[in-house]
């Protein structure tokens, strides 16, 4: 979308938006005008955007790291839309490396309700599970107000406003300031970079709302005194981002961070084995979730406050200012006055793990709108979040009820009867959430692994199929040629190619316990006895104590003659789980 367009139809007053926000003080002829509002639902740590195009519906990240808006080819192809190839050399580069990139034009897409003339998206990446993303080249051509503790976001236009406060919200609360990084003239700010302290050492920091949380690259941490083998630093599994790899990141404890005045102590803070581009450090959901923030790209500052609620691995009950004063956490805001509000706030609450908070809200919405499906799947996740199972589950029905074609509530109740051992009923909601999704869907990936679950690798095949042919540079790939791979092993069929599939995952994981099951189980199969032994040894070196590996290896074992190991594998693996002897027969593994 360019920015002139995107202008001219703020500008023109053709979206609807509820009444501006009150002006700061007039100083030296100070103007603020609220352009538009673009109301902000948190799933989980996402923040979401509903958007259209033409009448079917999509969920956008809205991510301010995103230098511009995005889709992934999979999200292209599902809605009908043509890619064309960018100029020779061009990629977009995330936390998970390069991908390469194409474009596309659409005049069909409306964002918040508004039809808007000729949007342009790079084309690539990572499926995030989404649409795609809302990113810079709407977020970032004028003044925008991020307030995801209210489920809100507003771009803004400021006229003289150089020396003006703009945090109006404000009132007697502590409002940091903190100068931004860029070229002041440019029309275009592809991201929000600011200078913070960690440790009292200068780092570049982006604020980032679509990074699920705040990340600092390994370098930057040591600058700050801190590596993986600094004492308490722990490992904290992987990320991934927009490219098809996987970052090794670790969990560290820092003295401080000062983020503008606003000082917090021994934060916690993952670090990564990454580069970040321009910045050392993303600030993620969890600052923009407990803050407010002003992003005024025309004075080129940014003004904040703090909501209340944990940021960056604390619970602060108080929060103070780097001279040691007392912040005044109160919720200056306005109470919600219609259902949607209650359930934006409400999905705000959640997602910092106010539960009771969250659930009186979506209680608000639900009796203001009782026919409204989403709000009931909204409380049904709450409910399941503070271990109401009944509750959730009956929720979950309504919902499903209201909205029979919802994957979402489809899945997590699938989900639940499968935990409950009712696998018709499980199988039931994952066939109909087969039927609804478009065959590009990113769903796809979670759908194969409820089928394998479920023990029906034909589907489970079908599935992985679709995905793998729609996302060929995703960072879930390994995973999905590992379950492609393992399908086939269950059904015997095609191993060639699922030997294929197994080794090009073990490549990218050459210790991944289960994907050396996967091999192994294939090479069993092809009467390779000796490889599928020492891919079993080498899957239960990761992971000893998993039942069907022990089993499995007793089988090859006694196919090998060693008849002792064999049987002391299968004891001590019916020993953890002792329904494996029936799993080996439905794979014809066993008479």
């Not at 003289?160 to 002041?184: F, N, S």
């Not at 809200?361 to 009782?370: Q, S, V, Y």
């Not at 509750?391 to 509530?409: N, Q, W, Y």
Request: hydrophobic share 40%; charged share 20%.
């Amino acid at each position: 979308m360019s920015a002139i367009g995107l202008l001219a139809m703020v500008l023109g007053g053709a979206m609807p938006a509820p009444p501006p926000p009150p002006p700061p003080p007039p100083a030296n002829g100070c103007k603020v005008e609220q352009m538009a509002v673009l109301p902000v639902t948190m799933v989980g740590r996402r923040a979401m955007v509903a958007a259209k195009f033409g009448d079917r519906d999509a969920r956008f990240i809205l991510d301010s790291g995103a230098f511009y808006s995005t889709i992934s080819r999979a999200a292209a192809t599902e809605y009908g839309l043509r890619v064309d190839l960018l100029p020779l050399g061009f990629y977009v580069k995330g936390i998970g490396g390069e991908s390469s990139a194409g474009y596309t034009v659409t005049n069909s897409f409306s964002l918040a309700g508004l039809k808007v003339p000729k949007v342009d998206f790079v084309v690539g990446g990572t499926d995030t599970g989404q649409t795609g993303l809302l990113g810079q080249n709407i977020l970032g051509l004028a003044d925008i107000e991020y307030d995801f503790p209210h489920g809100m976001v507003r771009l803004m236009k400021t006229t003289r406003c150089g020396h003006v406060g703009l945090a109006y919200w404000a009132q007697d609360k502590p409002v940091t300031m903190l100068p931004l990084i860029g070229e002041p003239e440019s029309r275009f700010h592809p991201h929000t970079l600011a200078t913070v302290l960690v440790n009292g050492v200068k780092v570049t920091a982006m604020f980032d709302s679509g990074a699920v949380s705040s990340l600092m690259t390994l370098a930057a941490a040591k600058r700050a005194g801190v590596t993986p083998a600094s004492p308490g630093v722990e490992p904290d599994g992987y990320s991934t981002g927009l490219g098809s790899h996987h970052v090794s990141t670790w969990l560290a404890t820092f003295d401080k961070i000062d983020v503008g005045g606003e000082a917090i102590s021994h934060p916690r803070i993952r670090i990564g084995d990454t580069e970040l581009g321009n910045a050392d450090m993303l600030i993620g959901a969890d600052f923009f979730l407990t803050h407010r923030l002003f992003v005024s790209n025309a004075n080129h500052v940014m003004f904040v406050t703090y909501e209340g609620g944990p940021v960056f691995g604390l619970s602060p009950k108080h929060a103070y200012t780097s001279d040691g004063k007392l912040m005044d956490l109160t919720d200056k805001a306005a109470d919600p006055k219609t259902a949607e509000e209650f359930s934006r706030r409400g999905a705000a609450l959640m997602s910092n793990h106010r539960l009771t908070d969250a659930l009186a809200d979506f209680d608000k919405a639900i009796a203001m709108a009782p026919g409204e499906g989403r709000y009931y799947y909204q409380r049904a996740t709450a409910h399941l979040a503070n271990r109401q199972r009944d509750e959730g589950l009956t929720d979950l029905d309504k919902a499903i009820a209201l909205m029979p074609g919802d994957v979402d509530a489809r899945f997590t109740r699938a989900g639940i009867r499968l935990r409950a051992r009712d696998r018709d009923g499980a199988l039931a909601d994952v066939k109909a959430a087969d039927g609804v999704l478009a065959p590009s869907s990113d769903r796809r990936f979670a759908l194969a692994a409820m089928y394998d679950e479920l023990g029906q690798p034909e589907p489970a095949l079908t599935n992985y199929d679709l995905w793998l042919k729609g996302h060929p540079e995703d960072a879930g790939r390994m995973a999905a040629l590992n379950g492609r791979c393992w399908a086939r092993g269950q059904l015997n069929r095609e191993l060639d190619k699922a030997l294929a599939d197994c080794n090009a995952a073990v490549r990218m994981a050459p210790k991944n316990a289960a994907f050396l099951d996967s091999r192994a189980l294939i090479r069993l199969r092809r009467g390779e006895l000796a490889l599928a032994l020492a891919d079993y040894d080498a899957a239960l070196a990761a992971n000893p104590r998993e039942a069907w590996s022990l089993y499995a290896r007793g089988i090859t074992e006694a196919k090998l003659g060693q008849a002792d190991k064999a049987k002391a594998d299968r004891a001590a693996a019916l020993a953890i789980n002792p329904t494996l002897s029936e799993r080996a027969r439905r794979f014809g593994l066993e008479p």
